[in-house]
């Protein structure tokens, strides 16, 4: 059973360039999170995908923006790229009829992102 | 505003010993707290997870409290183990209908041998 997968790994960008990065959940999972972390804070939530819709967003500019598609696989894409967001990129998958019964969340192991 | 606050400073402790991390917040009225051990380079990886009506958890060497009047989750490893060596992340999960989840910055622990 795989885990959460994540692509690119590793990736390079210019200033003022546009990024996707991609997450494939869980088997089985239908919600997907995604999460920003610099070097040496912890993980920040960027935004959260259920049904295809984005349902929560937290303090993030319009310059980030995610889809989801029907097999629960989510795509992130940020724009017009700044050196800030230089970062660790994660992706994490839940099961929403799971939601607040003590359920994991399951972490892929994240896109490195360096803005140059 | 809302804080989730771990030592910033590494926890040096020495192999066999019980390593005590801390978390503290204000500002929440947690649902969840939760516990995750980042190594370097990697995802987080889930722990323990606590509700707010619970005081106390376990899970083989690890043990988590959760203080709802003091705002804080204590997480303890006995035995404490070189393999033990990570960064360890508290994360709150409000009441809401959504799965979202807030980090603190973590802590990192060496356990020396």
């Known amino acids: 059973d795989a885990g959460v997968t994540q692509s690119p790994t590793h990736l390079i960008k210019t200033r003022g360039q546009q990024v996707t990065l991609r997450c494939s959940p869980k088997?089985?999972?239908?919600?997907v999170s995604w999460y920003q972390q610099a070097l040496g804070q912890g993980p920040q939530f960027i935004f959260q995908?259920?049904?295809?819709?984005?349902?929560q967003r937290g303090n993030f500019p319009d310059r980030f923006s995610g889809h989801q598609f029907p097999n629960y696989s989510s795509e992130l894409n940020v724009n017009a790229l700044l050196l800030g967001d230089s970062a660790l990129y994660l992706c994490?998958?839940?099961?929403?009829?799971?939601?607040?019964?003590?359920?994991?969340?399951?972490f892929g192991e994240g896109s490195w992102l360096t803005v140059v | 505003s809302q804080k989730i606050e771990q030592n910033s400073e590494a926890l040096n402790i020495q192999e066999g010993k019980t390593a005590t991390l801390t978390c503290n917040y204000t500002?929440?009225?947690?649902?969840?707290l939760q516990w995750y051990r980042q190594d370097p380079g990697r995802g987080p990886v889930f722990l323990l997870l606590?509700?707010?009506?619970?005081k106390e958890k376990r899970k083989e060497r690890l043990k988590v409290t959760f203080d709802t009047t003091l705002k804080q989750s204590l997480f303890h490893i006995t035995a404490s183990q070189p393999a033990d060596s990570a960064t360890y992340l508290c994360?709150?999960?409000?009441?809401?209908?959504?799965?979202?989840?807030?980090f603190g910055t973590g802590t990192k622990l060496q356990v020396i041998p």
């Open positions: 994490a998958s839940s099961l929403v009829s799971e939601a607040h019964s003590g359920n994991t969340i399951y």
């Open positions: 088997s089985g999972h239908d919600t």
């Open positions: 995908y259920y049904e295809e819709e984005e349902r």
């Open positions: 994360a709150l999960e409000d009441s809401g209908g959504y799965q979202k989840v807030t």
């Open positions: 500002n929440y009225s947690p649902a969840y």
């Open positions: 606590i509700r707010e009506n619970e």
